[in-house]
């Protein structure tokens, strides 16, 4: 009994030994992109590949690691699940992007940094840092574009233009965080943007895009949405952009949209100054801060002046060491009316 024991046991080491490697060296995740958006605070993530979830669980959308309010990985190109867990692990200890690079290249779990891609963005500093890697080895037509506040990387691309198309998507397109994420995908929206689904006349298999909104649960994000799969010949970009647009006119008059409604900003007397044009949508009676190192604050603000223009007042934040902080505002009821993202010097 104990020889079948271990032989069973083998058996079971060898079967996970075998899918983690088919995973790791078939996930050739292609294109995609990560931002941010420093004014509210949100955090995305979208990417496309010509595989499906007949392939790897998920489709493209398993190389995504959203953290919300802090920013978002892509560990792409012969995807290993060790890899992502040591970059978020990185990550969320502290690491910048372009730390984050280094330390991947020196620290690949089968010492081949040279066949992987990575991208990184974050917003905890106050303001955005990005960086990216390709290493030498990946499928051609491999690079990678860096901006402020996104990085943009692909691998058995078409050709160079498939990024220059991502990045005039995402650079030129005003709107929500959400919106220019979804406008770099269409940049691809090209036969053969991943050259292997040019014979069936499409940009790839599956495509994703996600976006974490201040406090959101990782596990669970405002925006998160997979075309894990679709029929042969059926453009997933095209696929996501409908689901997409159903999502945001859903939206659009939730209290997601409601940030623009909430300014806050530091008043020459070091006050957190704060005015709110949402009244319609509910009567405000708290102010919540909450620093990224875990300071919170809660405020009364149902003493100050609120008519159907609106409300405005400060709020004392004196002993709030400094750092960035998510400011939200919320009805008697707890409906969140609007959410912004300042720094405290």
């Known amino acids: 009994m104990e020889q079948i024991e271990r032989m069973k046991s083998a058996v079971f080491t060898a079967l996970l030994f075998f899918t983690i490697s088919v995973a790791s060296t078939s996930a050739q995740d292609t294109f995609s992109i990560v931002a941010v958006d420093i004014t509210t605070g949100q955090v995305g993530s979208a990417g496309a590949t010509c595989l499906d979830d007949d392939d790897i669980a998920g489709g493209a959308i398993i190389i995504s690691d959203v953290v919300p309010d802090h920013g978002a990985i892509h560990t792409q190109s012969y995807w290993h699940p060790a890899n992502q867990s040591n970059a978020h692990e990185q990550f969320i200890e502290g690491a910048s992007p372009t730390q984050l690079m ?66 005039q998507g995402f650079t030129e397109t005003s709107g929500t965080l959400a919106e220019r994420l979804m406008a770099a995908l269409q940049g691809a929206n090209v036969p053969g943007a991943d050259s292997r689904c040019l014979e069936e006349g499409v940009s790839s298999r599956s495509a994703f895009i996600r976006v974490a909104f201040p406090g959101d649960d990782p596990n669970n994000l405002t925006l998160d949405l997979n075309v894990s799969i679709t029929p ?6 095209t696929e996501l952009q409908g689901v997409f647009d159903a999502w945001n006119q859903a939206t659009e008059t939730s209290e997601v949209g409601k940030s623009n409604e909430l300014q806050v900003y530091l008043d020459s007397a070091g006050r957190l100054a704060f005015s709110y044009s949402g009244v319609e949508s509910g009567v405000p009676e708290q102010l919540l801060l909450t620093s990224m190192l875990g300071q919170e604050g809660a405020y009364n603000v149902s003493r100050f002046w609120v008519d159907q223009a609106g409300l405005s007042g400060w ?31």
Not at 136 to 142: G, I, R, S, T, V
Not at 232 to 237: A, D, H, L, Q, W
Not at 328 to 342: A, D, H, N, Y
């Open 102 to 167: 280094d330390w991947l290249e020196s620290n690949d779990v089968q010492d081949s940094p040279g066949i992987r891609q990575y991208g990184a963005v974050d917003l905890v500093t106050g303001s955005a840092r990005a960086d990216a890697f390709t290493g030498e080895a990946c499928m051609d037509y491999h690079g990678h574009l860096v901006g402020e506040d996104y990085a943009i990387q692909g691998n058995i691309l078409l050709d160079a233009s498939i990024l220059e198309a991502m990045e």
């Open 232 to 237: 042969e010949g059926v453009e997933p970009i």
């Open 315 to 345: 709020v004392d934040i004196r002993g709030f060491s400094p750092g960035t902080y998510i400011v939200r505002l919320v009805s008697k009821s707890g409906k969140l009316l609007g959410t912004r993202k300042m720094m405290i010097h």
